[in-house]
C-alpha cells in the first residue's frame, strides 16, 4: 500500500491566545491568522505516516466527527437557481436537475474531520472508520451546537 499523500493535510484549531482559527501544517508548527501568536501541536508520528486522526492534537479528545466539506453558497445556489427555473421547465424538471446536481456536489466534496470538543478541523487526512457524522447527543457533553446544515429540518 501506498502512503498516503498528506502534502495538502492541515489542521484548523483555535488559537490558545485568542481563540481565532490558527492553521497547523504536519510538522506541528501554527501560526494565528489573527493574532500572530506561533504555537505548536504535538503530532504522534503516526498521524504523519497513515495519515489516520486518533485524537485531537488540540485538546488531546478522541471524540472526533466526520462531515463533508460542505459550500452551503455553492448549494444554495444551484437550488435558487432550479426553483427560478422552475416555471419554464416542463413539470418543473429543474427543481429535480438541481437535486440531482446537488447530491453530485455532494458526493464529490472531501470529508473533514472534525473535533467535538475545540471544534479543530482537519483537512486532508484519511478517514477514521471509528469516526461516525456528527452526533448531537455527543455534542450536547461537549455543550457545542451541531454545524450549520446538521439541523433537522422544521
Ligand atoms: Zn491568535
Ligand atoms: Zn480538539
Redesign the pocket.
Known amino acids: 500500500m501506498s502512503p498516503r499523500s498528506l502534502a495538502r493535510a492541515e489542521i484548523a484549531f483555535p488559537?490558545?491566545?485568542?481563540?481565532?482559527e490558527?492553521v497547523c501544517a504536519l510538522d506541528g508548527r501554527a501560526r494565528?491568522?489573527?493574532?500572530?501568536?506561533e504555537?505548536s501541536l504535538a503530532l504522534p508520528p503516526e498521524l504523519r505516516e497513515t495519515g489516520v486522526i486518533e485524537s485531537c492534537p488540540a485538546c488531546g479528545s478522541a471524540c472526533l466527527y466526520v462531515q463533508r466539506d460542505f459550500n452551503q453558497k455553492a448549494g444554495l445556489a444551484v437550488v435558487v437557481l432550479g426553483a427560478f427555473l422552475a416555471p419554464f421547465t416542463p413539470y418543473y424538471s429543474s427543481l429535480v436537475v438541481a437535486a440531482l446536481v446537488d447530491a453530485a456536489l455532494y458526493a464529490m466534496l472531501p470529508e473533514i474531520t472534525v473535533c467535538y470538543r475545540c471544534h479543530a478541523h482537519f483537512r486532508g487526512f484519511a478517514r477514521n472508520s471509528r469516526h461516525q457524522a456528527f452526533d448531537l447527543h455527543l455534542a450536547e457533553q461537549y455543550d457545542v451546537h451541531p454545524p450549520p446544515g446538521t439541523e433537522p429540518p422544521g
Request: one cysteine or more.
Open positions: 488559537c490558545p491566545r485568542c481563540g481565532k490558527a494565528c491568522r489573527s493574532c500572530q501568536a504555537t
